[in-house]
């Protein structure tokens, strides 16, 4: 298999960037409201946006992508970056993209001056906690949300 080529996304990959999208939110079985997706693409092509978004590259073919925000934290003077939506084509899988769009997500978070990188997953997305616990802690704390 060809080496793994990581690089932020671009206004041309728009084409590349909506199918892994599309199926990231498959995969969740979740809709977004009309108009969502390309507003989410739009902040993270606008640089006074903290939205950000990097795509994972294999023979020209984008196969595999990453969303993260930096936000202010009341806990640290330093922001920190939440690593929204992770996604590897499942043909994919396995190969260590998943891990290298993380660890591209904690140095573009640490050269940002960034204190930490976190993010949550669904309970039942047992692959992915399996690499999680390889590469980051658990913070012991459960996520509660009421939508408005």
Known sequence: MTAVHIRPVS????AAWLPLWKAYLQFYKTELAEGVSEV???RMLDTNE???AALAWRDGK?????????HRSNWSIRNACYLQD????P???????GRQLIEHVYATAQANDCDKAHWLTHE???TAIQLYERIAERGGYIQFRKAL
């Open 91 to 97: 043909e994919q899988r396995g190969t260590g993209i």
């Open 124 to 126: 039942t997305n047992a």
């Open 40 to 42: 989410t693409w739009q």
């Open 62 to 70: 984008a196969v595999g992508m990453v969303n993260f925000i930096y």
């Open 86 to 89: 992770l996604f590897v084509a």
């Open 50 to 52: 903290p939205t950000n």
């Open 11 to 14: 206004a041309d990959d728009h």
